[in-house]
């Protein structure tokens, strides 16, 4: 029925601001509730702050398509950094590329239901989404 997307560059902390509020607009156009806007948010903050921190920046592509009885926002964040060395082992609770508690690409997971990460040495592009029935 209808597709909207942002894409938003990541090259300063504010960046991180403007792409969880672009998708949270996003997710309330689309008809998701509080709760759900609240986790997209929180899902794009913690990707884009990862492109950020690790790779020095990179691209945040939020997009919602919609169809007569559901909705679907899809973030995709993408970055020329070192690459992920062990996807299974950086998306296991507790487990930290730096100096953070390691709950980030899990929490990521948890929070909108599924992450796709393909990453290799100068491209890495994390994908997760989450569906709305109506």
């Known amino acids: ?28 156009a689309a ?37 007569e009885r559901s909705a679907t926002i899809r973030v995709v964040v993408s970055d020329q950094g070192p690459g992920i060395p062990d996807i299974d082992k950086a998306i296991e609770p507790g487990h930290s590329g730096g100096r953070g508690l390691g709950l980030g690409l899990s929490a990521v997971r948890n929070l909108m239901g599924c992450l796709s990460i393909e990453s290799r040495p100068g491209r890495t592009e994390v994908t997760t989404s989450m569906t709305r029935r109506r």
């Open 1 to 28: 029925m209808g597709d909207r997307q942002v894409l938003r560059a990541v090259k300063v902390q504010q960046d991180i601001i403007g792409a969880r509020q672009a998708g949270r607009d996003l997710a309330r």
């Open 31 to 67: 008809g998701f509730g509080m709760v759900d806007q609240t986790r997209i948010a929180t899902a794009i903050s913690e990707l884009v702050r990862n492109a950020l921190v690790y790779a020095g920046g990179g691209v945040c592509l939020i997009s919602v398509e919609t169809e």
